[in-house]
């Protein structure tokens, strides 16, 4: 008798945490049913260009379902979209702040290999807007792990290398009193400190834009920065008169092969009598 009444007891006590799973089960089906919704108003809020309402839905859709991709990745763009670079204001660098903690974030689900990297390129493009340049060349290079392929990647750490090295450059002559293009090649105590912060960064960023070339050739604007970072390399060709008109001399034409290319592709768009022919889809 003792022993029906103890399996009585199981069995109730069965019974009650089966109903409790299912209503658990339920209530997170029917929460995850919630995100869904909250995230199509926010992607309707989001192409709309209301981004305010917009972040709001999306940080619903977060809550109702923690491992929803898509929400967390329009929510962090949506972020993104709401810095404006170069405003130095409390809740502007939020925003950005915000962007950056909800692409890590991501970073620690199952992304797939697009994922990954739009995550990465969104850090290291928030990164650069606000102007912390070794931060954005680290995601940087995180993108080129995942992505060795990727022309644009190679090409802003060659923008980010030339940056820093016309900033550096700028700012030791500035206190030898002279402007940033002036030729410092003869002068031997400046040209070798010039040289020493710069050469490791121009040696890399030619590089970068160089690859960036070699996967898509008609990259004119890659182009246009190995002109910029070959007159960064003459500024630190010391003594060498020669490897100095030899870079200017790369450099220039480099300028006529973005202008060529820059022509070809708009030459490329038009149609016969110069009608612009409409963009393939």
């Known amino acids: 008798m003792r022993a029906n009444r ?39 809020a989001y192409k709309a260009a209301k981004y305010e309402l917009a972040i709001t839905d999306f940080q619903k859709a977060v809550q109702l379902d923690p491992s929803l991709i898509n929400a967390k990745l329009y929510l962090a763009t949506a972020y993104s979209n709401q810095y404006v670079p170069g405003v130095d204001e409390p809740d502007n660098n939020r925003n950005a702040e915000q962007a950056i903690d909800t692409f890590k974030q991501l970073l620690n689900q199952n992304l797939n290999k697009e994922q990954k990297v739009g995550c990465l390129k969104g850090i290291a493009s928030i990164y650069f807007n606000m102007k912390k340049l070794d931060d954005a060349k680290q995601y940087d290079q995180e993108v080129l792990k995942v992505d060795p392929n990727d022309p644009e990647t190679y090409y802003t750490i060659g923008v980010i290398d030339w940056t820093e090295a016309y900033k550096d450059a700028a700012d030791l002559k500035s206190k030898a009193d002279h402007k940033v293009d002036d030729d410092i090649t003869k002068d031997r105590k400046l040209c070798p400190a010039v040289q020493q912060a710069n050469q490791s960064r121009v040696s890399e960023g030619i590089d970068m834009l160089k690859k960036a070339l070699d996967l898509r050739p008609d990259y004119d604007d890659a182009m246009a920065y190995l002109n910029l970072m070959y007159r960064r390399k003459a500024d630190i060709d010391c003594g060498d008169q020669g490897a100095r008109d030899a870079d200017l001399k790369t450099a220039n034409d480099w300028v006529e092969k973005t202008l060529a290319t820059k022509k070809e592709k708009a030459n490329k768009q038009q149609g016969p009598g110069g009608i612009v022919a409409e963009p393939n889809k």
């Open 6 to 44: 103890n399996i009585n007891r199981w069995a109730t006590r069965a019974g009650a945490l089966a109903m409790g799973a299912a209503l658990l089960a339920g209530s997170t089906g029917c929460d995850k049913l919630k995100a869904r919704d909250q995230l199509n108003k926010g992607v309707q």
